[in-house]
């Protein structure tokens, strides 16, 4: 009777040590504020509307992400910054696949 009862209390104990490792991991890509990289790296000085109104080529979006890499006080490292291209490239680029390069199409059919 006395260990069934140890037994329980170990295993109670076990599954509030894993409840709590589970609350302590660090956000997942499957957090939506954490996926995308404007949101995590780039809102400090300005708001993102400063980011989605531009219609740049790709390349214009790594030589912006370079020079917001200068600024004071903003330390993006170069994985970062290549992070944020990908994204930038993949969703704003009007000549990413993102939806600019379906504006830009119809744009030049004008
Ligand atoms: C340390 C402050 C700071 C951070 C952080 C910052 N920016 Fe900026 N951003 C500025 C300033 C200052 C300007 C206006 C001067 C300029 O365009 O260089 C600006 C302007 C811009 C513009 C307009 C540029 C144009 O040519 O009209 C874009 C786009 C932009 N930022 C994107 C970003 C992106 C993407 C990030 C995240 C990687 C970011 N910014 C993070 C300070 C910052």
Same mark, same amino acid.
């Given at each position: 009777?006395?260990? !069934? #009862? =140890?037994?329980? #209390?170990?295993? @109670?104990? @076990?599954?509030?040590?894993? &409840? @709590?490792?589970?609350?302590?991991?660090?956000?997942? #890509? #499957?957090?939506?504020? !954490? /996926?995308?990289?404007? /949101? !995590?790296?780039? *809102?400090?000085?300005?708001?993102?509307?400063?980011?989605?109104?531009?219609?740049?080529?790709?390349?214009?979006?790594?030589? *912006?992400?370079?020079? =917001? &890499?200068?600024?004071?006080?903003?330390?993006?490292?170069?994985?970062?910054?290549?992070?944020?291209?990908?994204?930038?490239?993949? /969703?704003?680029?009007?000549?990413?696949?993102?939806? !600019?390069?379906?504006?830009?199409?119809?744009?030049?059919?004008?």
């Amino acid at each position: 009777m006395k260990n !069934r #009862a =140890m037994m329980i #209390a170990v295993l @109670l104990m @076990l599954a509030a040590g894993l &409840s @709590l490792l589970a609350a302590n991991r660090p956000a997942t #890509a #499957a957090d939506p504020a !954490r /996926e995308n990289p404007l /949101e !995590r790296y780039c *809102t400090a000085c300005h708001g993102l509307d400063r980011i989605y109104e531009k219609k740049f080529p790709a390349v214009k979006w790594w030589t *912006t992400i370079r020079r =917001m &890499s200068t600024y004071d006080g903003f330390d993006l490292d170069v994985a970062q910054q290549k992070e944020v291209f990908a994204y930038l490239k993949a /969703e704003l680029a009007v000549d990413g696949p993102g939806g !600019r390069q379906k504006a830009l199409d119809k744009a030049l059919e004008k």
